[in-house]
């Protein structure tokens, strides 16, 4: 039986806050980090070199030491990446919409800033609807905006520190900034961090996103390539039952993409499921269901731009606001 759009969410909740902890705890708990005074990346609490030291030392020969760089660093990376490239491959960006810590911020701030002023992000062009697809309603409030502006300052803040922990050792720099005595690189550091996280969190964090983050692009380039990845397919042949709905998978969408339109359009789709969720409960009550499911193999690759644009003609005739693929 497939699990319900809702239970999804909920899944995904519980995912991206224990990851967004992950991410903040790792360098402290010394699970992962960089730390540059050492030199050598320190991994579950084990210095993690290429084990050269050995070899400077006379105490290794050349084949130990190329052993321990195939084993060290070559084979972790060939794993690592190649493990993304297949995840990627398949499911296309499942890292950003179900662990990334970024798009959780994402998805945060979107949410306060449509209570505040009834529109996701700054460059909305038209406030979303006030009653969401499960019946409830959103009145935009100003007072919000003090709550917008604690987000950005704090999760900025919080990122620049965080980021300093995995270069530096987090005692000393978690140590110095609750004392008040921050070193002057430190405090450069997370002065100009914060800073630009401000800025990118209040004007820019979905076109990072989209344009801007190596890890996001690397998982849509290698999506792309394969034509049988999991994909949002949508019942083009049920169109009509679009009609009263106002877009409600538009407006769900964090990254502001049209869930009904072509894949090529979906390039920066991160698989958050929030449209399959917005179109189950405008749907709730139809015995067809949902128009947008979750695809992939043959299904998935029979959806061919070619194929969408004849499936535009019924979309358009039945003129469901924006759910045309052109």
Same mark, same amino acid.
């Given at each position: ?5 809702? $239970?999804?969410?909920?899944? +995904?909740?519980i995912a991206r806050t224990a990851f ?12 992962? +980090?960089? !730390? ?16 050269? !030291? ?36 398949r499911y296309g960006r499942l890292y950003?919409? /179900? ?14 800033? $449509?209570?505040?002023?009834? $529109?996701? %992000?700054?460059?909305?062009? $038209?406030?979303?609807?006030?009653q969401l697809p499960d019946g409830r ?6 007072? /919000? ?19 300093? %922990? ?7 720099? /978690? ?7 921050? %070193? *002057? ?70 990254? *502001? ?16 499921? *929030?449209?399959?969720?917005?179109? !189950? ?23 061919? !731009? ?21």
């Amino acid at each position: 039986m497939p699990i319900s759009a809702d $239970r999804l969410q909920r899944y +995904r909740l519980i995912a991206r806050t224990a990851f967004f902890m992950l991410f903040v705890v790792a360098p402290p708990l010394d699970i992962f +980090r960089l !730390d540059l005074t050492l030199g050598h990346f320190i991994l579950f609490g084990t210095d993690w070199t290429l084990g050269l !030291d050995g070899f400077v030392n006379g105490e290794v020969g050349a084949g130990g030491a190329a052993l321990n760089l195939v084993l060290r660093g070559l084979l972790p990376i060939i794993l690592v990446v190649g493990f993304g490239v297949w995840l990627s491959w398949r499911y296309g960006r499942l890292y950003c919409g /179900w662990l990334c810590p970024h798009f959780s911020v994402v998805e945060s701030i979107n949410a306060l800033m $449509r209570r505040a002023w009834g $529109r996701p %992000t700054l460059w909305e062009r $038209r406030p979303l609807p006030e009653q969401l697809p499960d019946g409830r309603h959103i009145t935009p409030r100003a007072v /919000w905006w003090l709550a917008v502006a604690l987000a950005i300052v704090g999760f900025a803040v919080l990122w620049a520190v965080t980021l300093l %922990t995995y270069l530096l050792p987090p005692a000393q720099v /978690w140590g110095n900034l609750f004392s008040g005595e921050l %070193t *002057r690189n430190q405090s450069i550091f997370i002065t100009a961090a914060s800073l630009a996280f401000i800025i990118e969190f209040l004007l820019a964090r979905h076109l990072f996103c989209r344009f801007g983050c190596a890890v996001g692009l690397f998982q849509s380039l290698a999506w792309m390539a394969n034509r049988r990845a999991m994909v949002v397919g949508f019942k083009a042949d049920r169109a009509v039952e679009c009609k009263g709905c106002d877009n409600a998978c538009d407006n769900a969408c964090p990254m *502001r993409l049209k869930p009904r339109g072509m894949k090529r359009r979906m390039f920066t789709c991160t698989q958050c499921a *929030r449209c399959l969720q917005a179109c !189950d409960q405008v749907q709730a009550d139809n015995p067809a269901g949902s128009l947008l499911h979750w695809i992939e193999g043959a299904e998935a690759a029979s959806i061919s !731009d070619s194929v969408l644009k004849v499936r535009d003609k019924p979309v358009r005739r039945y003129a469901c606001g924006e759910c045309s693929a052109d």
